[in-house]
């Protein structure tokens, strides 16, 4: 058993831990784990401060490492809502969906006021290909909340893979008009400008999807890897795959195979690159 630290430690642990919070939201995020990490230091069972920790890796795309720091939050507080959720939602970018629905379940049940919960939930049914299921859950989240930009577009592709055109354009578009106002304010966003071309993408308006998706690759940094917005995770190798197969749509094949050989290069052991590339013929 850990010794209990003394309150002049506990206060040093405190401070670092709101000075990690300050050098996040300035978007220091290296900053930002070191003092994290001194927190942790001086108290090994902060279980907030290991949640934060999770945080900055998941704006980091080290969803590994936030999976395990939020499970080490859970083990110091197992009744946790937000590590539950924040476990669940990293083990779900990780592909483990039955641990993913076990967590988000449990984070829903501790607090079922939180129904952005819902379309977490769904966006996983929808990757496991349980339709009507995810469905459900996705109403679910956007009758609490619709603003709730991630159902909104998680919806719109389920009813996409269901056939359900009208029902998937409508909700695209209101995606579209959300990361509009964004863009408008910030002209730079690369996220919005994704989040636009893939869905001009799948509504089939090649010109317009090819517009943001060119403007997503030239307007990242080279400080940002990975992008996290309204609980929707991608990354720069996403933007190449993504532009990749609008070029091939358009017929620039050339251009496409460039694309994807840029993701390929990005993340090499990433079967989803390597499964578009093979369907490409590029």
Do not use: W
């Not at 984070?107 to 469905?135: F, V």
């Not at 749509?249 to 993701?263: H, I, P, Q, V, W």
């Amino acid at each position: 058993m850990v010794a209990p630290i003394s309150i002049e430690d506990r206060d040093r642990a405190n401070q670092h831990l709101d000075r990690s919070i300050s050098f996040s939201m300035c978007g220091k995020i290296d900053q930002a784990i070191d003092e994290i990490r001194k927190a942790i230091s001086i108290d090994s069972e902060f279980a907030q401060a290991h949640n934060k920790l999770g945080d900055y890796y998941m704006k980091k795309g080290m969803v590994k490492e936030a999976a395990a720091s939020y499970s080490r939050s859970l083990e110091l507080d197992p009744t946790n809502q937000n590590s539950n959720f924040d476990l669940g939602c990293s083990l779900a970018h990780l592909g483990q969906h039955d641990e993913a629905l076990e967590y988000l379940r449990k984070a829903l049940e501790l607090k079922p006021s939180h129904t952005e919960i819902y379309g977490h939930i769904g966006r996983i049914l929808m990757m496991r290909g349980e339709l009507e299921d995810a469905i459900s859950h996705l109403n679910k989240a956007i009758s609490a909340s619709p603003d709730d930009i991630m159902s909104s577009f998680t919806l719109a592709c389920a009813y996409q893979m269901l056939g359900q055109t009208d029902n998937a354009t409508r909700l695209f578009k209101k995606v579209i008009d959300r990361y509009n106002e964004l863009v408008n304010v910030k002209k730079r966003f690369a996220e919005g400008h994704y989040y636009i071309g893939r869905s001009y993408f799948f509504m089939g308006n090649l010109p317009e999807a090819l517009k943001h998706l060119e403007k997503a690759v030239e307007y990242d940094t080279e400080d940002v890897d990975y992008h996290y917005s309204f609980g929707m995770l991608y990354s720069d190798a996403d933007a190449f795959c993504s532009l990749a197969e609008t070029l091939h749509a358009l017929g620039r094949f050339s251009e496409a195979r460039e694309a994807m050989d840029k993701a390929i290069k990005i993340s090499p052991n990433n079967q989803h690159f390597s499964k578009i590339k093979s369907q490409l013929g590029i």
